[in-house]
Each structure stands twice: as structure tokens, then as C-alpha cells.
């Protein structure tokens, strides 16, 4: 090796020959503990570039799924980016990095239990220590994207802390750690849609509050709970929930609070925001999130890009599409390079990727990009997920939204055949469905959508009765559930509308309900909103046809109007990424508390 004065470029030389002599050391150790002997980032550069090399990964399974070195890294700050690169290096090539960890937590546990022989265990120095790394290895796990691995560690952290002889405890401590548990474990419960044990973690965690009073407890760790409980009701679509509790979980954020906390606690109540049509709150906190995640953890960071999926979903819904877009592809890449291809995270960001391609490619018809996207978020979710999870109904119901364009784009005007990509679409919604009725039943905004998107399918198969019937099955259940001026109520008026208006040929009817669509846009959206452009095309064949010139030519002037004004919006307007003015916490807290319930 040629000598060096650069000092970072010896070590990188250094770090490259060591790395490749490590599993012959191993070999010829009586013992091959002296790795753990390593200061942390040495160590971690040494498993970073055995990762880099196919012939010295077996090896680096064996170090790195060492689970006493793997919580020495967990412990030291700062290396999380590189160990989810090392992570998703064995995982992606088929090495059981998350059977290891579990199973050796498990072991550790069963040698604990069996070692003191009774009901109950001593909370000492072995005790605490195996808590401690079980809240680290499971909080890891499902940060990684391994939420069932991440479950079965929290669930045998939550076991000892069950068994532990409180009556010679200050139990107080033990009821915080068995909190912090808790909500480490409704995070990985809603991830994986884990309902009904999530409703259980809930209410135990109901019961110590209640037991050591709201006011005693760390805000950190309510602001964490409270925005778990709030994921978990977004999962279930119950819309007033998400927001109730996001609020609850603002009000124990402080300037103090960690970031990563904040970041956290903001894209979550930002989200729930969107869902009520609280624009301009939704606005101040993700761009408040992007900002702080930015600034404190990098750009490189997962969170960073959590933020950014949260702010496409923010922009997708206030109908910046086009930006959304772009703001989706930054994150599904900032993924990719941390987690690799065979991966949770990256299948929903791929996802949702797909749907704003389908959304912006709508007009133009080239689907194929949207396609891929979601192909390939369904592969990977029927690796890591059972065929039947609900995870993949979503993915299923864009997949069927874009196989539907594509087939109507290829079919062959007036025959009578139905395309073969609508009967695999009306394949995937209907599987899409009968997964969401078997877990959340018929009154959920998610069973709505898709019998809309069912209906929607019909009437491009010419069912129009069957499309109907599913049209006013969504219209009630969404109206029933959010209100009768909710975004999503409008969305499914519009579409039967259309179905009256061009193939039931019910003018009338179709003319109400695209004005009551039209209403709800103009409350929630203003004048500029796209999907105003197919109510008002859809008034004017309406008008057309029931030969009121009149009402024909005061429509064609609107629609004209709109086109101008969105060309317009389209040239200035482009939503920031973050804010510009550099808020503390409190600041940004306080502005959300008097903004009101304002809309864009």
C-alpha cells in the first residue's frame, strides 16, 4: 500500500485491509469478542466496508448480528445512517440479520427467566439491561422497516416488565418504562395494521396514565403516545380521532422537546390536518417539519424523507400536483439508498410515488411510469407481508385506477367486448375491498373508496346500474361519516354525475349533483381547483343536450375563466419546501392555535 500524508485517506486504506482480513482474525481467535473491544464509528466503518464486499457479508452477519455489538452501536450517536446501509445490505441478499437479533433478545430473555426460577423477576442491573436492549433492538427494527420482527422483541420487552417483582420497586419508574414501551409498541402495531392488539397497547396505556396522572408524566413521552394513538386512528380512516389526539400531542411540544420528536409530532398533526381541510395549519407544520428535520438530522436522514412524503401528501391535496411530484421522487430516493429495494418504507414511498404519477399523467394519458412504480411496491410489500394483509389493498386500488386509464386509452370504440385490463382491475378492487371490509367493515372512508373506485370501473365496463348502486353506497357512507361538504363526498358526487350525465342519460340529475361537487370545491379549494374542470365539462354537455344555450355559453365562459386562471397559478405558483422565517417551537405552536379552522 502507497504511503500517505492524507490522514482521512490512510484511514479509509486502513478501514479497506482490515475489513477483508476480519473473518480470518475471526478464524484464528480462540474467542472473537475483540471486535466489541473497538470504539464504535471504527467498528461500524470497519461492518460499512465489509458490507461493500459479496465474499465478506457472511462474516459481517456474524459480528453485526452479534446482539451485544449491535446495541454498542445503538447506544452511540450518530450512527443510525450507516447502520440501516449495513442492515438492508444483509436483508436485500437474503442473510437473516432480523432472525438473529430476535431470536439472540430471545435467549438472552429465556436465560434471565430460567436463571431466577420464580413468578416474578428482580428488577437489577441483568433485568434493567435487558430491557434497555430490547426497547433499543425492537425501536430499530421498526425503524428499519421490520415492524413484525419489531413486535415480537417489544412484545417480550413488555413480558419482563410484567413479571417484575414491583412490590420492592419504586414503581413509578417501571410504569414510565412500561409506557415508553407501549407506545414503542402501537408504533410498529399501526404500521402493520395490527388493530386489535393496538386497541389493547391503548388501553393498558390508559391505565398507567390514569395511575400516575397526566401531569407527572414526562411531555416527551405524551407527545410520543399521543401521536402513536393518532397514527393509529389515520390507519383506521377515523378522520376526528387522528386530529383530537395530534392536538393533544402539540400541546406537550416545547422548544426543549427533541427533534426528533417535534418532527414527528408535527408531520403527524400536519397529516391529520389535510384529512380535516385545515390547510393553512396543515401548511405551518409541514413546512415547519421539513425545516427542523433539514437543519438538525440532514438531508440524508429517514426522517428527512418522511417529512417530504408528508409534504407531497400536503401538496397533492391543496392540488399542486405537479411539485408533488417532484418532492415524492426526493424522498422515495433519499429511501432507497438507506433502506435498499426489499423494504417497507421504500414500498410505500414507491406507492405513493405511483399515485401522484398517476394524478399528474392523468390528462396525458402515459401511465407507464405510474405503472412500474406500483408493480414494484406491490413486489416488495408480497415479500415481507402475508397475500392477504391490508397493506396491499392500497396499492392494489392504484394499481386498478391505472390499469383502468390504460385499458379505456386501448380499447376499441364500440365493441362490445370488455378489455382484459378492466376485468384485472375489477380483480384488484374487488380484493382491494373485501380486504377493507374484513377489517374495518362497511361505515370506513377506506370501504367508501372502494366501492367508489369500484363504480368508477363499472361504468367504464358499461354496468352502469352496478356502477350506480356503488356510487350511492360511497356518497352515503363517506357523507354519514365526514359530512355532507367533505372533499371526499364531492369527489363521489362528481363521479356520479358523470355516470348520470354521459352513458344514464339523466340530465337533470346529473346538473344537481355537479353543481352540489362544484359547491364543495369552491369551499374548500377556491376557483382554481383541477377537478372543477370536469364538473364544468360536464355542465356543458349537460346543457348542451337539454338544448339550454343560455346555461351553455355562462359554463364555456367559466370553464375558459378556470383554464386561464390555473395557467396562471401554474407559472408563480410553487409552494415552499420550508418556511422562511426561522420560529422556535413555541412559536410555530402558538401560530397553530390561532390560525383557526381556516381552509387554503
Known sequence: MAATKNPKLLYLQCLKVYANIVPEKLLNLTHNGYLELLPPMVLLDIFTEMSTVESLRDALLAQFGNINIFVKLLKFGGTKLKMFRCFSVLSSGGRPITNELVNQYNEQCDFMTLYHHQQTIPYDEESAVCIENGLRVGTFLAEAGWLQESLVVLDRVLSILNKLDTDKLETYEILLIKLDCLQRLLHAQAGICCFKKANVTCALAEQIIKKIGEDKIPDNLMASLYTKVSVLHYSRSDYNQSYEWSI??????????????????????????????????????????????????????????????????????????????????????????????????????????SYALYVRDYSTGRFQNALDHVENSIRILKSIVPSNHLMLASAKRVKALILEEIALDNSTEGSLDVHP????????????????????????????????????????????????????????????????????????????????????????????????????????????????????????????????????????????????????????????????????????????????????
Open 248 to 353: 393533544k400531542a402539540l400541546k406537550h411540544c416545547f422548544q426543549r422537546t427533541p427533534h426528533t420528536i417535534t418532527i414527528d409530532v408535527f408531520r403527524q398533526a400536519a397529516k391529520s390536518c389535510v384529512l380535516k381541510r385545515y390547510f393553512s395549519k396543515a401548511h405551518l407544520l409541514i413546512q415547519e417539519a421539513v425545516r427542523t428535520a433539514r437543519i438538525h438530522l440532514g438531508k440524508d436522514d429517514s426522517k428527512y424523507a418522511d417529512a417530504l412524503l408528508d409534504f407531497g401528501f400536503y401538496l397533492l391535496n391543496v392540488d399542486s400536483i405537479v411539485q408533488s411530484v417532484d418532492v415524492y421522487k426526493e424522498a422515495l430516493e433519499i429511501k432507497q439508498f438507506i433502506f435498499g429495494t426489499r423494504n417497507l418504507h421504500v414500498a410505500i414511498a414507491t406507492e405513493d410515488m
Open 421 to 600: 385490463l378492466l376485468l384485472h382491475a375489477e380483480e384488484l378492487h374487488q380484493s382491494a375491498l373485501d380486504l377493507s371490509l374484513n377489517v374495518f367493515g362497511e361505515m370506513n372512508v377506506q370501504t367508501a373508496k372502494h366501492y367508489g373506485n369500484l363504480g368508477r370501473l363499472y361504468q367504464s365496463m358499461a354496468k352502469y346500474y352496478e356502477a350506480e348502486n356503488m356510487h350511492k353506497r360511497a356518497i352515503k357512507i363517506k357523507a354519514d361519516i365526514l359530512g355532507e361538504f367533505d372533499y371526499e363526498v364531492g369527489l363521489s358526487i362528481g363521479h356520479l354525475a358523470s355516470l348520470y350525465n354521459y352513458h344514464m342519460k339523466n340530465y337533470q340529475e346529473a346538473e344537481r349533483l355537479y353543481l352540489r361537487s362544484i359547491n364543495i370545491s369552491l369551499r374548500l379549494f377556491g376557483e382554481t381547483y383541477s377537478g372543477l374542470e370536469y364538473d364544468y365539462r360536464g355542465l356543458c354537455y349537460v346543457y348542451e343536450h337539454l338544448n339550454d344555450t343560455e346555461k351553455y355559453l355562462e359554463y364555456a365562459l367559466i370553464l375558459d375563466t378556470w383554464k386561464q386562471l390555473k395557467e396562471d397559478q401554474n407559472r408563480v405558483n410553487k409552494i415552499s419546501y420550508e418556511s422562511k422565517v426561522d420560529s422556535t417551537i413555541d412559536d410555530i405552536t402558538k401560530q397553530f392555535f390561532n390560525i383557526g379552522k381556516d381552509v387554503i
